[in-house]
């Protein structure tokens, strides 16, 4: 049937399917029914057609097992909104979620062969079985399911791959430190006393800026120490105090002499060498003692970590963190105690071996450090919220009574890492045996105040002791953040390397790494021999 309409609006013309015509003359005169209003009557009820025809669709799609014709769907579906009431669609949405909340255990997948692997393929299945609301549903389940246990077991494997990576001593350095230790037993130009004699006195002088490096990593701290002259303004000022264990001091000892960095000042000095250390008891020994002996019965190593299908991967991963051998390393204790290492010294910039030197760092000792021991850079505040994220409770279990009862869970943390250490203050206070007691009272409770690394004990002991400097000065996450520009982290005074992505293991970030190796001589003979790659 076609409907025609004059130009005047006079005539209305209706053509049926059998060719027949017929008239409908409109009185122009007529003031029951005008030809205006039954025009705009005829598109109202066209436009209301093409409503019905679409709920009724919805309907079908839907799946709604009630059959309605259009007026009784559009009833339906107009009622509770002419009535101000939420619309009900029926049970669908509820029936989904009733088949999602049931659990699905890992048994119930496993074998299975039929479970779209993709979401193209679930797509392509959905539509050639025509399924209802509960079997789409189903379906979905199952391969959300499967496809989290896949991604729970690559992320834990993930970590525990980097974990090994992390903590094994990679071949290059184990050839470097057997090369150089060969070194120093048949040339005499590898045994250089360092400093030399008429330089010795300034090691006490404190006019000079004072750096101390404890690290049993010979390659990296050639870095540390390279890009600290490198860019220094004043590099006849620089002395540095390099602290190594008893296996290293030979091999480290080697490389610096035969890699001065003159016009600075290098010693390189072992924990043997120190009277203090050598006699009698060491606090910092007997709590290593205790810290290895707990965590060896308390961890169960890292073979029942990944073996426990019900934590989550990052707790999973934060545990394995803490088998690591640095957290358990005297390199990491020792700082707790500079005064008496260098007690003739009033003030020390402290670095670790993970980090790299941008700029002059002669401007620390201009900062007032307003009484405090330490001056570090806060991590609570900043863009990444990933890294600059950590306060107290990111470190200190607070569901523990000891802690909850001592620190507020809200309060910033700080870094380790390159730190301004006023000694002077420091030996007025007792910083040094708070660190030790709350280390004894941590290793007494199962380690339940907290699970690794020498920080937390370190945000205990310097409470109400830290000096807030600029961020400026120490950037950090770059061994755990791979979204760190490189600019960004290029604008730093120095970069932290902290993380398992160390700059010199296969693992570290590739677009990072560069600001690292550029202080690497890879023309070096060492270096070539053990062949230690720059990128």
């Not at 309409?5 to 053509?15: E, F, G, K, N, Q």
């Not at 701290?221 to 390099?242: D, E, F, G, Y």
């Not at 994220?389 to 890492?417: M, Q, T, V």
């Not at 979204?483 to 693992?507: Q, Y």
Request: aromatic share 10%; proline share 5%.
């Amino acid at each position: 049937m076609q409907l025609h309409i004059s130009p005047s609006l006079r005539h209305v013309t209706v053509v049926t399917g059998k060719g027949l015509r017929e008239f409908i003359k409109v009185k122009v005169g007529s003031r029951r029914f005008s030809y205006q209003m039954m025009f705009y009557s005829l598109l109202f009820f066209t436009f209301l057609l093409r409503f019905v025809f679409v709920l009724s669709t919805v309907d079908t799609i839907d799946g709604d097992p009630s059959p309605c014709s259009s007026l009784a769907c559009l009833g339906k579906r107009l009622k509770p909104k002419l009535l101000g009431r939420r619309v009900e669609t029926g049970n669908v949405p509820e029936a989904m979620y009733q088949v999602l909340e049931q659990p699905l255990s890992e048994q119930e997948l496993k074998g299975r062969s039929d479970i779209p692997q993709t979401l193209h393929d679930f797509m392509s299945e959905v539509k050639k079985s025509k399924s209802d609301a509960r079997e789409f549903a189903q379906k979905l389940k199952e391969m959300v399911t499967l496809m989290e246990q896949r991604t729970r077991t690559a992320k834990i494997q993930e970590y525990l791959y980097r974990h090994v990576a992390s903590s094994s001593i990679p071949k290059q350095l184990h050839c470097l430190a057997l090369k150089l230790a060969h070194e120093h037993s048949i040339n005499a130009a590898a045994r250089l006393q360092l400093p030399d004699a008429e330089l010795v006195p300034t090691l006490v002088d404190n006019s000079y800026f004072h750096f101390v490096l404890a690290s049993d990593n010979i390659l990296a701290a050639s870095v540390v120490a390279k890009s600290l002259v490198q860019n220094s303004l004043r590099p006849h000022k620089i002395v540095l105090h390099i602290i190594t264990d008893r296996k290293t001091y030979f091999p480290m000892q080697a490389w610096f002499s035969m890699h001065p960095l003159s016009p600075a000042i290098i010693e390189v000095k072992a924990l043997h060498h120190f009277d203090w250390l050598s006699k009698g008891k060491v606090p910092v020994l007997e709590a290593m003692e205790k810290d290895q002996r707990v965590r060896s019965q308390f961890r169960g190593g890292s073979s029942v970590i990944v073996a426990n299908n019900d934590e989550n991967p990052v707790v999973v991963a934060a545990k394995l963190q803490a088998l690591s051998p640095k957290y358990n390393s005297l390199m990491n204790h020792i700082r707790i105690h500079l005064p008496e290492l260098f007690p003739s010294l009033n003030k020390v910039v402290f670095l670790d071996d993970d980090i790299v030197i941008q700029t002059d760092l002669s401007p620390l000792w201009d900062i007032d450090m307003d009484g405090k021991v330490n001056g570090a850079v806060e991590t609570c505040r900043g863009e990444d919220k990933f890294v600059m994220s950590k306060k107290f409770k990111s470190y200190l279990n607070f569901s523990n009574p000891i802690i909850a009862r001592h620190f507020d869970p809200e309060e910033c943390a700080w870094a380790y890492g390159m730190n301004v250490f006023d000694l002077a203050a420091w030996r007025k206070t007792n910083i040094s045996s708070t660190y030790y007691h709350w280390l004894d009272e941590n290793l007494k409770s199962d380690l339940s105040l907290w699970q690794l690394g020498t920080l937390p004990p370190g945000l205990i002991a310097f409470h109400g002791h830290v000096q807030t400097i600029d961020p400026f000065w120490h950037m950090l996450g770059l061994g755990y953040q791979e979204t760190t520009s490189f600019s960004d982290a290029e604008s730093a005074a120095v970069v932290h390397f902290n993380g398992r992505a160390k700059p010199w293991l296969d693992i570290a970030f590739p677009h990072l790494r560069p600001l690292w190796a550029k202080y690497l001589d890879s023309s070096d003979r060492f270096i070539k021999s053990c062949h230690i790659r720059a990128s």
